[in-house]
């Protein structure tokens, strides 16, 4: 592998490890629902924006961009939002599973709802 890609790879981990950090000290805690709201959907329908939010204080505070990085995956910033490819699934579903997995090891640990 060149520096180059090194160098690539060990920001995203770092950026996902801040992300990380960030989402479990300030936003999420074990048990809270993420509210997931659809953006866009492709011609095609392969592939969903989706926006995701949770409530503190009665302020919905939006979350995607953490998420995103925390997640390693594809943030859109023309649509601001996550770009989820695939068809015939629940893609909320999906990124808080995985996002409740990456944050506390549990895919159970997190509710969501569809706004």
Known sequence: ?????????DLARTES???IEKLRKNYLKVG???YVF?????RS????????YTVRE????????SAAKALAT???????AICV??????????LVHDLAWRLFGNSDALDHRWL
């Open 32 to 34: 809270d629902t993420v």
């Open 74 to 80: 594809r943030y859109d910033s023309r649509r601001e």
């Open 85 to 94: 490819e695939g068809g015939n699934f629940d893609c909320g579903h999906s």
């Open 1 to 9: 592998m060149n520096q180059k890609a090194q160098i690539k790879r």
């Open 17 to 19: 490890t801040q992300a």
């Open 38 to 42: 659809l953006r866009h959907t492709s």
């Open 45 to 52: 329908g392969t592939c969903r924006w989706v926006d995701l």
């Open 58 to 65: 009665n302020k919905p505070l939006r979350i995607t961009w």
